[in-house]
């Protein structure tokens, strides 16, 4: 049998979950059986990209400018026309699509030129209680369309084909649950100096470190980590909050760290590419989110033995185990994430064992060649039954 040609389709190649479950299925596909590409849109400037890692583990990757982050219906419109002529143009066996607008519009142009089998990943569902309900309901009933020309619905977690089917977009049959994957040796494998790792960071040589991994985003709610910071602060004074990430809220967050007077206890890193040595440094691992898929930064986290305080949101309670691995939160209760994170910093057994609970929940569920072994297993079946029928 020839190769069959796979295509990815991403809004951009922003750092981000979605763009490293990406990249990590072409890199580790079977070169025998399939040939991987992305064709992505330009990623904003406020944006660290990872195109350099796409280059390489040599991913071809093509652009197109239409493509964008932001919503504007006459640029969806262009988006959506450029689609359909750069399938025509250049065929493939398979398109993937990631993330819900290039989901949407690359899907419906998909099935437009005659794309033989389309699939989707959700990585976090588009529509959420945090937006405006006639947005939400439009968002909704995109989706619906496009589940009816979709072979199979990838979801990261159980809890977002439970919301899918709960808003009638696809039947049960088209949805399978595949964990984004991550490269475990490399986050759990790691010696660090950590006195040394304080010192260029800026911390205290004995201070308690809670951190994140996230983006400087409304999505992850940067203000409640700062809420969370100055109610920690006021019974723990030498605790330091480190956020490693940048964003389009960058200006924001600086402004609110000034306003509550966290200028000795909040650290802002931006962007890194030493995130495995990084979270050597937290003791606790905390992320305020509105609204996730299942965020890979936990498995990551969970490699370092780190135990978590979290938002109970979409696939959250699929990681982070109630009282086991960590413990969870409403959206937008700092208090209760604040007590929390007091709790594990005043018990040191109870952080320790959540971490080492951790560590063994997070192998092999969240292995990075596994997950790509099962999506090869979706292709292969799709691609059969759109031969055969």
């Not at 504007?72 to 066996?93: G, K, M, N, T, V």
Request: with cysteine.
């Amino acid at each position: 049998m020839s190769r069959i040609r796979v295509l990815h389709l991403i809004t951009h190649l922003a750092v981000g979950g979605a763009t490293e479950n990406t990249l990590t299925t072409c890199r580790y596909a079977s070169p025998e059986r399939f040939e991987s590409a992305v064709l992505s849109g330009q990623t904003a400037n406020d944006e660290a990209s990872l195109t350099e890692f796409a280059e390489k583990h040599q991913i071809p990757v093509h652009i197109l400018p239409s493509l964008r982050r932001s919503v504007h219906p006459l640029r969806e419109l262009q988006a959506y026309r450029d689609l359909i002529a750069w399938f025509r143009a250049h065929p493939w066996d398979v398109l993937h699509t990631h993330g819900s607008k290039a989901g949407v519009l690359g899907r419906l142009a998909a099935a437009k030129a005659g794309v033989p089998v389309i699939i989707h990943t959700v990585h976090g569902w588009g529509h959420h209680a945090h937006m405006n309900p006639w947005v939400r309901r439009l968002y909704i009933l995109l989706e619906r369309r496009a589940a009816k020309v979709s072979a199979k619905i990838i979801v990261v977690a159980k809890a977002n084909g439970e919301k899918g089917l709960a808003d009638r977009i696809g039947t049960p049959e088209q949805y399978t649950v595949i964990r984004s994957g991550i490269d475990i040796a490399r986050y759990r494998d790691v010696e660090v100096d950590t006195q040394a790792l304080r010192c260029e960071i800026g911390v205290p040589p004995h201070a308690p470190v809670i951190g994140t991994v996230s983006r400087l985003a409304a999505q992850k709610a940067p203000e409640d980590f700062l809420k969370v910071a100055e109610i920690v602060h006021q019974r723990c004074p030498e605790a330091r909050f480190v956020f490693v990430g940048g964003g389009p809220m960058q200006a924001e967050f600086q402004a609110g760290i000034a306003a509550l007077g966290l200028k000795e206890t909040v650290i802002n890193l931006g962007y890194r590419h030493d995130i495995p040595r990084l979270l050597r440094l937290f003791d606790v691992f905390l992320l305020t989110s509105l609204w996730e898929g299942l965020p890979r930064v936990f498995p990551q986290a969970m490699c370092a033995g780190l135990p978590i305080v979290a938002t109970e949101v979409d696939g959250a309670s699929e990681a982070v185990l109630e009282g086991k691995t960590g413990f969870l939160a409403k959206p937008r209760d700092c208090a209760l994430m604040a007590e929390r994170v007091l709790q594990l910093l005043e018990d040191e057994t109870l952080r320790r064992e959540m971490g080492r609970n951790a560590l063994e929940y997070v192998s092999p569920t969240f292995c990075d060649r596994e997950m790509v072994r099962q999506i090869e297993r979706v292709y292969l079946e799709c691609y059969r039954n759109a031969k055969a029928g």
